[in-house]
């Protein structure tokens, strides 16, 4: 299984600040990584596909790169609505993977 | 706009098999570019893929399970469904349905999901 490990694990920040977590794959996944947003109670969504591709509706402040094992999820000015846990996913091969999640939390 | 909605029983016990069904709403699950997946999240846990059927019937499921994943399509009711044997405490979790979009290069991911159902193990 290829193994997907995000750091930091949780993360202390306020609004307007730059925001990096990061997401290895334990084997190359070209460019097939996703970013999900789960807020506390609620269902995963969404955000990033392929990469670097925002989902429709997901604000742009939100961005993706990376490719082979190494990816970032950045939000460029984080917004109260932005404190959340954050998923990285791989979808090279089965069994798909997620991330452990990296926690968003207010500073 | 697509919604998803998991419904079965919120008790199971040991030893004796989960079901769950996924109900869709606001489009057909039997267009030939849908598949259809179930992933679960143990409380206060991560993210979990347990397996993904295409509308036609053909699954593919996580080996971690163990051949434990039964996945069915039911187009007439727009339906798909889930059965897990031989539970264990381990397999308590919260419990998605969601639309697994694959399309072309790169495109791979759950999109839609439902609200998600809570399954507890125990006797």
């Known amino acids: 299984d290829i193994q997907m490990t995000q750091s930091p694990s949780s993360l202390s920040a306020s609004v307007g600040d730059r925001v990096t977590i990061t997401c290895r794959a334990s084997?190359?996944?070209?460019?097939?990584l996703n970013w999900y947003q789960q807020k506390p109670g609620k269902t995963p969504k969404l955000l990033i596909y392929?990469?670097?591709s925002l989902q429709s509706g997901v604000p742009s402040r939100f961005s993706g790169s990376g490719s082979g094992t190494d990816f970032t999820l950045t939000i460029s000015s984080l917004q109260p609505e932005d404190f959340a846990t954050y998923y990285c996913?791989?979808?090279?091969?089965?069994?798909?993977?997620f991330g452990q999640g990296t926690k968003l939390e207010i500073k | 706009q697509l919604q998803l909605q998991e419904s079965g029983p919120g008790l199971v016990k040991p030893s004796e098999t989960l079901s769950l069904t996924c109900t869709v709403s606001?489009?057909?699950?039997?267009?030939?570019?849908?598949?259809w997946g179930w992933v679960r999240q143990p409380p206060g846990k991560g993210l979990e893929w347990i397996g993904t059927?295409?509308?036609?019937?053909?699954?593919y499921d996580n080996p971690s399970l163990k051949s434990r994943v039964t996945m069915s399509v039911d187009t007439s009711k727009n339906q798909f469904s889930l059965k897990l044997g031989s539970v264990t405490a381990a397999d308590t979790a919260i419990y998605y349905c969601?639309?697994?979009?694959?399309?072309?290069?790169?495109?791979?991911?759950?999109?839609?999901w439902g609200q998600g159902t809570l399954v507890t193990v125990s006797s």
């Open positions: 606001g489009g057909s699950i039997g267009s030939s570019t849908n598949y």
């Open positions: 084997q190359s996944i070209s460019s097939y």
């Open positions: 059927i295409y509308y036609s019937g053909g699954t």
């Open positions: 969601a639309r697994h979009e694959v399309g072309s290069t790169y495109i791979n991911y759950f999109h839609y």
């Open positions: 996913q791989q979808s090279y091969n089965t069994p798909y993977t």
């Open positions: 392929a990469v670097s």
